[in-house]
């Protein structure tokens, strides 16, 4: 049967004309002087609040914001601030998955130099119900990252971490630093032809993997096409890129029927039989994915002299290794200095 997903996603960029990151600026002790960096004691989120600022703003020179912005949401969305909970959990995450990967594998002036300047937790999904999405992620001219969905976290569950918060992650990151230093033009070639940035949430993810695009927002436009190969090489375990890479070797065929929005519904690669030899769905999956994988593993390499097989390496064995509890207590064991009168 055809896959259907019952609610796509969309992973949204914001670029910003004249707004890069570049590793010869100065950066300051801080980007932001006129913000009072003495923690309440009193406070009850002073456990966080140090966290945030010895494992964040000190090294990277980055504001995790968790008490949300209106200033810094859309307003066409109802949304909802995070849960402290749900913060400490995903701030804690964050800084295991993301920001200790790039420490360990490029060094720790990487992110310095190279990533956002902001984070911005929001607890609630930002819904499109017209096109039927939702936003898990922006990137913002490189500057700033929001996460949502935040007070859904289930931090036990690998898979709903991986779909949901660490994919997006790195996404976003790979969003940032195509807009300091861009891929090779070659990538766009590869599915120019399939694109589809109106439609592609009606579409197949394994109709998608067969035609070279890992998922289907891939298949929306050439930039979210190369965030996903990045984020999806790097984050999908083994077991779920074989599963991408089964599909991209199947051949899919159009039924000649059209779905209700339509479009063209396709056969399961069950029930097909190719008795030409050839691909019906007239592409070769599994090169274009191929191919699309070595533009980014050589254009991570002589642009950022990271070996993207060891950032896969590393954040596979860190996602099978995640200690919550030991994460949690680096937070919760943060002592408030004792009051005197």
């Known amino acids: 049967m055809k896959l259907r997903n019952l609610l796509y996603i969309v992973f949204a960029l914001f670029l910003s004309i004249g ?4 590793s010869d600026d100065e ?3 801080t980007i932001f002087p006129d913000v009072d960096e003495t923690i309440d004691p009193n406070s009850y989120s002073f456990q966080l609040d140090s966290f945030l600022k010895r494992e964040y703003l000190e090294p990277y020179n ?3 914001k968790y008490k949300m ?6 307003m066409n969305y109802n949304l909802v601030p995070a849960r402290y909970d749900a913060s400490v959990d995903l701030a804690s995450l964050t800084k295991y998955l993301w920001f200790e990967v790039y420490d360990t594998i490029a060094g720790t002036e990487f992110l310095r130099a190279y990533g956002p300047r902001i984070i911005h937790l929001i607890g609630s999904p930002a819904f499109n119900p017209v096109a039927g999405t939702m936003i898990l992620g922006l990137a913002e001219g490189g500057i700033k990252v929001s996460l949502y969905r935040v007070n859904y976290i289930d931090p036990t569950d690998p898979a709903q971490l991986n779909e949901y918060y660490l994919h997006t992650m790195h996404h976003e990151f790979a969003h940032i630093l195509h807009q300091t230093k861009v891929y090779p033009t070659e990538f766009q070639l590869l599915s120019n032809s399939f694109y589809d940035p109106m439609n592609w949430q009606d579409r197949d993810d394994r109709v998608c993997n067969s035609f070279g695009c890992v998922t289907a927002y891939g298949s929306s436009e050439e930039r979210e096409d190369f965030a996903e190969i990045v984020a999806t090489y790097i984050t ?6 074989a599963d991408i890479m089964y599909y991209a070797g199947r051949n899919f065929q159009e039924s000649g029927k059209e779905d209700n929005t339509g479009n063209p519904i396709y056969e399961d690669p069950e029930d097909i039989q190719d008795n030409n030899g050839g691909l019906l769905d007239g592409a070769d999956g599994v090169a274009i994915i191929n191919q699309k994988v070595q533009i980014a593993r050589t254009w991570f390499r002589d642009s950022w002299g990271v070996d993207l097989d060891t950032l896969r390496a590393e954040v596979q064995r860190r996602q099978s290794h995640i200690n919550l509890d030991s994460l949690r207590n680096v937070v919760y064991s943060i002592e408030k ?3 005197t009168e």
């Open 337 to 339: 200095p004792v009051i």
């Open 69 to 74: 912005e209106d200033v810094g949401t859309d």
């Open 19 to 22: 707004i890069v990151s570049c």
């Open 62 to 64: 980055l504001d995790f």
């Open 27 to 29: 950066l300051g002790e």
């Open 236 to 241: 999908a375990t083994d077991e779920e890129w």
